[in-house]
């Protein structure tokens, strides 16, 4: 069993930054793909920034250049880096892990942090 929570979401202005920490309850690394993903009302849930299986990063275009994810195994901790961020719907940030069990994958979820930009 894994628990991810998240911290660091809020109020900012439109071209502000944030800095989103997940802190998992186990070790990051045994944690695979670990990831964030955000989700605005009514919208499906949409990936920001992830480590793939491999290690290397992966981001959607919407996030390139602005999105910086890292990992600090030592702490258990994987962070969101949000720079120049755009006014727009608040969304919640959800950091994302899944861990294998034998042939068994289990994906697990943080329970989000709201971040909302508007001047």
């Known amino acids: 069993q894994v628990q991810l929570v998240e911290s660091g979401g809020g109020l900012v202005q439109p071209g502000g930054s944030l800095r989103l920490s997940c802190l998992a309850s186990r070790s990051i690394g045994v944690i695979n793909a670990v990831g964030w993903y955000r989700q605005a009302p009514g919208k499906d849930r949409e990936l920001v920034a992830a480590f793939t299986w491999e290690g290397s990063t992966n981001y959607p275009d919407s996030s390139k250049g602005r999105f910086a994810i890292s990992r600090d195994n030592a702490k258990n901790t994987v962070s969101l880096q949000m720079n120049n961020l755009k006014q727009g719907a608040t969304r919640v940030y959800y950091c994302?892990?899944?861990?294998?069990?034998?042939?068994?994958?289990?994906?697990?979820w943080g329970q989000g942090s709201q971040v909302t930009v508007s001047s």
């Open positions: 994302n892990g899944g861990v294998q069990y034998g042939v068994r994958f289990r994906v697990y």
